[in-house]
């Protein structure tokens, strides 16, 4: 079995998933948007309790049910946590080691995606979420 490794960009902060990943996909809302800066957001989730985080600097914001952990030293995004999916820890695709090694598969919430970004690869689209929530927003 392969070890996922990531962490931030300072080092503070370094994670591992000793599981292959459940879900690699672009998110296009705006929340993620607003968290990271960029105009689509890219994720790999693993099986939370196949994760190990260390570091002290490794901080979190709560958004309701969704928790961002982040870097507390260099700001760098990390993960994302949402308690209605439960189970599954989705870490940023760009704090992977190797983020090459993690094609997403499919595309969520196209319904919030910049008219100006084109990306045309043939993935599936879901107008909202691409994964069932026990209370959709």
Same mark, same amino acid.
Request: with cysteine.
């Given at each position: 079995?392969? =070890?996922?490794?990531? &962490? /931030?960009? /300072? &080092?503070?902060?370094?994670? *591992?998933? *000793?599981?292959?990943?459940?879900?690699?996909? #672009?998110?296009?809302?705006?929340?993620? !948007?607003?968290?990271? &800066?960029?105009?689509?957001?890219?994720?790999?989730?693993?099986?939370?309790? @196949?994760?190990?985080? =260390? $570091? =002290?600097?490794?901080? *979190?914001?709560?958004?309701?049910?969704?928790?961002? *952990?982040?870097?507390?030293?260099?700001?760098? +995004?990390?993960? #994302?946590?949402? =308690?209605?999916?439960?189970?599954?820890? #989705?870490?940023?695709?760009?704090?992977?080691?190797?983020? $090459?090694? #993690?094609?997403?598969?499919?595309?969520?919430?196209?319904?919030? @995606?910049?008219?100006?970004?084109?990306? +045309?690869?043939?993935?599936?689209?879901?107008?909202?979420?691409?994964?069932? !929530?026990? @209370?959709?927003?």
């Amino acid at each position: 079995m392969t =070890e996922h490794t990531g &962490g /931030c960009r /300072c &080092g503070a902060v370094r994670f *591992s998933a *000793s599981a292959e990943p459940t879900h690699v996909s #672009y998110c296009h809302c705006a929340d993620c !948007r607003s968290a990271t &800066g960029a105009p689509v957001s890219a994720f790999v989730g693993f099986a939370a309790d @196949q994760v190990a985080i =260390e $570091g =002290e600097a490794l901080r *979190s914001f709560d958004n309701g049910p969704v928790t961002r *952990s982040f870097c507390g030293v260099c700001g760098s +995004p990390i993960a #994302y946590a949402d =308690e209605r999916i439960g189970g599954t820890l #989705y870490f940023m695709l760009g704090a992977m080691d190797a983020p $090459g090694t #993690y094609k997403p598969t499919l595309h969520a919430y196209v319904r919030e @995606q910049l008219p100006y970004l084109h990306m +045309p690869d043939g993935l599936p689209r879901h107008v909202g979420s691409s994964v069932s !929530r026990s @209370q959709e927003t």
